[in-house]
């Protein structure tokens, strides 16, 4: 049972209840962990969630797709992105460590009231990840390995029925375990673990000298074979690279739920707050409503230094990593057996890799990277799924009390009514459009919300967090860039579509 700390001199007149949620509480920060050698994988977590999910969309789907089209110099795009990221996901978790709120909660703290950003946000949300497009993919891969061939427009209504059955067996995956976010966890170290592993080894195996050292300098966006630096490619396809921009690494709502999986990691003051438990094994939990704060005392202090090594280690050093080898190990596989200028988006882009390799005389291969490719599709829905319906739970929880009250206080009853009601509609979804193109759809609208959401943690870091723990200059600037980066491609998607 949590144990919330009672409520001292804070009054309604505080700057973080102004839009009309409750002020913060005072509570010590509990004590951070101070893991050594292997140890340090039992508290990273956020992070390789956050990966998960971001390699079934930039780095397995749309990178390729960018790479395949224009050539390896566009990594340069994916270097500025997962850097940006991840700066933009540690001020996230600031936030969280500092509070025990999610950082939509502290957007809904803001002018001019908390109900506006409860619905901006939630309308965000759906724009950007309430489209089952990974589940669409996923069903493209299996059906490649059930009949050996890519799926055609003739075959829509097979994808549909595979991507129904993928659909509703994450929903049976997010009932199981005591705590969600460990649940996901837990499967994404292994799905991290065995595709990075099975990647190196093939692109180790098949790729060239030169296509590697085409991946090196394209870090850099410089060409070896035009001799000069090409960062942006003639006749682009802005539609495409502003997806691919928006989904290397994360992606605006992905980047954002990072913090709601950091509160119920037991970050900080999350570990204060409480968390979402699962249907099944899991029991009712209390799920403060609105966050804490701490004294900047010496000894505060100390153990905020602590989780921010924390916080540090999971970004850096599993995000950012995972996220650049997730990058570039499919995008040297993808660029040796599909010929340059190649257009993969259909049906079939999931398994448009695994053909090339069935068609240069590698079948079992082949096959294997099909799987592959499928299960990473399937977990990556399986993510997005459950963090769109946790972030729409945590908005609500937050912003109504009647909500809060209704079947005796049990946040299991709001989170799962929200999650049939986003899987009746993905079910609907999957009939509107290829998958791929609401796949695009969705991380452009990511790519606006990282324009707009650095420059409101901004605002909420430095306004409502106390002065001692604000963000330096330096990441100051870094939100601010991660604003004007994605701003750029915005714009130029948006000209492209308008002329």
Same mark, same amino acid.
């Given at each position: 049972?949590?144990?919330?700390?009672?409520?001292?001199?804070?009054? *309604?007149?505080?700057?973080?209840?102004?839009?009309?949620?409750?002020?913060?509480?005072?509570?010590?920060?509990?004590?951070?962990?101070?893991?050594?050698?292997?140890?340090?994988?039992?508290?990273?977590?956020?992070?390789?969630?956050?990966?998960?999910?971001?390699?079934?969309?930039?780095?397995?789907?749309?990178?390729?797709?960018?790479?395949?089209?224009? !050539?390896?110099?566009?990594?340069?795009?994916?270097?500025?992105?997962?850097?940006?990221?991840?700066?933009?996901?540690?001020?996230?978790?600031?936030?969280?460590?500092?509070?025990?709120?999610?950082?939509?909660?502290?957007?809904?703290?803001?002018?001019? +009231?908390?109900?506006?950003?409860?619905?901006?946000?939630?309308?965000?949300?759906?724009?950007?990840?309430?489209?089952?497009?990974? /589940?669409?993919?996923?069903?493209?891969?299996?059906?490649? *390995?059930?009949?050996?061939?890519?799926?055609?427009?003739?075959?829509?209504?097979?994808?549909?029925?595979?991507?129904?059955?993928?659909?509703?067996?994450?929903?049976?995956?997010?009932?199981?375990?005591?705590?969600?976010?460990?649940?996901?966890?837990?499967?994404?170290?292994?799905?991290? /673990?065995?595709?990075?592993?099975?990647?190196?080894?093939?692109?180790?195996?098949?790729?060239?000298?030169?296509?590697?050292?085409?991946? /090196?300098?394209?870090?850099?966006?410089?060409?070896?074979?035009?001799?000069?630096?090409?960062?942006?490619?003639?006749?682009?396809?802005?539609?495409?690279?502003?997806?691919?921009?928006?989904?290397?690494?994360?992606?605006?709502?992905?980047?954002?739920?990072?913090?709601?999986?950091?509160?119920?990691?037991?970050?900080?003051?999350?570990?204060?707050?409480?968390?979402?438990?699962?249907?099944?094994?899991?029991?009712?939990?209390?799920?403060? +409503?609105?966050?804490?704060?701490?004294?900047?005392?010496?000894?505060?202090?100390?153990?905020?230094?602590?989780?921010?090594?924390?916080?540090?280690?999971?970004?850096? !050093?599993?995000?950012?990593?995972?996220?650049?080898?997730?990058?570039?190990?499919? /995008?040297?596989?993808?660029?040796?057996?599909?010929?340059?200028?190649?257009?993969?988006?259909?049906?079939?882009?999931?398994?448009?890799?695994?053909?090339?390799?069935?068609?240069? !005389?590698?079948? *079992?291969? !082949?096959?294997?990277?099909?799987?592959?490719?499928?299960?990473?599709?399937?977990?990556?829905?399986?993510?997005?799924?459950?963090?769109?319906?946790?972030?729409?739970?945590?908005?609500?929880?937050?912003?109504?009390?009647?909500?809060?009250?209704?079947?005796?206080?049990?946040?299991?009853?709001?989170?799962?009514?929200?999650?049939?009601?986003?899987?009746?509609?993905?079910?609907?979804?999957?009939?509107?459009?290829?998958?791929?193109?609401?796949?695009?759809?969705?991380?452009?609208?990511?790519?606006?919300?990282?324009?707009?959401?650095?420059? +409101?943690?901004?605002?909420?870091?430095?306004?409502?967090?106390?002065?001692?723990?604000?963000?330096?200059?330096?990441?100051?600037?870094?939100?601010?860039?991660?604003?004007?980066?994605?701003?750029?491609?915005?714009?130029?998607?948006?000209?492209?579509?308008?002329?």
């Amino acid at each position: 049972m949590v144990r919330w700390p009672t409520l001292t001199v804070l009054t *309604l007149s505080a700057t973080e209840s102004r839009s009309g949620l409750d002020p913060w509480r005072v509570a010590e920060l509990p004590e951070p962990p101070r893991p050594r050698g292997v140890r340090w994988l039992g508290v990273v977590g956020p992070g390789v969630i956050v990966l998960g999910a971001s390699i079934g969309s930039g780095e397995f789907l749309l990178g390729p797709a960018a790479f395949v089209k224009y !050539g390896l110099t566009m990594l340069w795009v994916a270097v500025c992105a997962m850097v940006l990221q991840t700066l933009f996901n540690q001020e996230l978790m600031r936030y969280t460590v500092a509070t025990g709120e999610p950082a939509v909660t502290g957007f809904m703290r803001t002018k001019p +009231h908390a109900t506006f950003w409860a619905w901006f946000y939630a309308a965000l949300y759906l724009l950007q990840v309430g489209w089952p497009a990974w /589940a669409g993919t996923a069903a493209g891969a299996f059906f490649f *390995l059930f009949m050996k061939r890519l799926s055609l427009a003739a075959d829509a209504g097979a994808v549909y029925a595979i991507g129904v059955i993928l659909f509703l067996l994450c929903v049976g995956i997010l009932l199981v375990g005591r705590r969600i976010e460990r649940t996901l966890e837990i499967l994404n170290w292994v799905l991290v /673990a065995c595709i990075l592993t099975g990647f190196l080894v093939l692109a180790l195996r098949f790729a060239g000298a030169s296509t590697w050292l085409d991946a /090196a300098l394209g870090l850099f966006g410089y060409s070896p074979s035009e001799g000069r630096f090409m960062f942006v490619p003639e006749g682009a396809d802005f539609f495409l690279i502003g997806a691919f921009a928006g989904y290397s690494g994360a992606g605006g709502v992905i980047n954002i739920t990072l913090s709601n999986w950091a509160r119920d990691r037991g970050y900080g003051m999350g570990g204060v707050a409480g968390y979402i438990p699962a249907a099944f094994s899991g029991k009712k939990t209390e799920l403060a +409503h609105t966050g804490f704060r701490f004294e900047g005392t010496p000894a505060e202090m100390e153990k905020w230094r602590g989780w921010w090594r924390i916080v540090r280690a999971d970004q850096w !050093g599993v995000f950012f990593v995972g996220a650049m080898l997730g990058m570039i190990l499919p /995008a040297v596989l993808y660029v040796t057996f599909l010929a340059r200028g190649t257009d993969i988006r259909g049906y079939g882009i999931a398994a448009a890799l695994a053909n090339a390799m069935v068609s240069a !005389g590698a079948p *079992l291969l !082949g096959g294997g990277v099909a799987f592959i490719g499928a299960w990473i599709l399937f977990k990556t829905q399986l993510d997005v799924l459950e963090g769109l319906a946790r972030s729409i739970t945590d908005i609500l929880w937050t912003g109504s009390r009647r909500i809060r009250g209704w079947r005796n206080g049990d946040v299991r009853k709001i989170y799962y009514t929200v999650l049939i009601a986003l899987v009746v509609w993905g079910v609907l979804a999957l009939r509107l459009a290829q998958p791929i193109f609401l796949l695009q759809l969705g991380a452009n609208v990511g790519g606006a919300v990282l324009c707009f959401a650095s420059l +409101h943690l901004l605002y909420v870091n430095t306004r409502l967090l106390p002065a001692h723990i604000r963000p330096p200059l330096w990441r100051r600037i870094g939100l601010v860039a991660c604003a004007l980066f994605y701003g750029t491609f915005v714009v130029l998607w948006v000209r492209m579509l308008a002329g």
